[in-house]
């Protein structure tokens, strides 16, 4: 059974930073491209981040400089280290697990008070 479990959402003012961290169980990890969405409400889930297998990164250009996404295989782990945070930025974010496969989370509140 495939599990993605994220944390490290929360409350935080404009210009604060946060982490995100999601574990997956279930899936040969390292074989996975992984990724962060995010959705606000009564709008489509968009990209915010994605890390191949290899490491290779893409970014959507809202959070480009902002936001850095990185992995630990041996942990299983998918991070999304956010700075400069802005109220735009409020939203549920979702980590996907890709390979022939889409896999998601649960989903994290993330909330940026201006």
């Known amino acids: 059974q495939v599990q993605l479990v994220e944390s490290g959402g929360g409350l935080v003012q404009a210009g604060g930073s946060l982490r995100l961290s999601c574990a997956a169980s279930?899936?040969?990890?390292?074989?996975?491209?992984m990724g962060w969405y995010r959705q606000e409400p009564g709008k489509q889930r968009e990209l915010v981040a994605t890390?191949?297998?290899?490491?290779?990164?893409n970014y959507a250009d809202s959070v480009k400089g902002r936001f850095t996404i990185s992995r630990d295989n041996a942990k299983n782990t998918v991070y999304l280290q956010m700075n400069g945070l802005k109220p735009e930025d409020t939203a549920v974010y979702y980590c996907?697990?890709?390979?022939?496969?889409?896999?998601w989370g649960q989903g994290t509140q993330v909330t940026v008070s201006s």
């Open positions: 890390v191949t297998s290899g490491g290779s990164t």
């Open positions: 279930g899936i040969i990890f390292n074989m996975y491209r």
């Open positions: 996907n697990a890709y390979r022939v496969t889409s896999y």
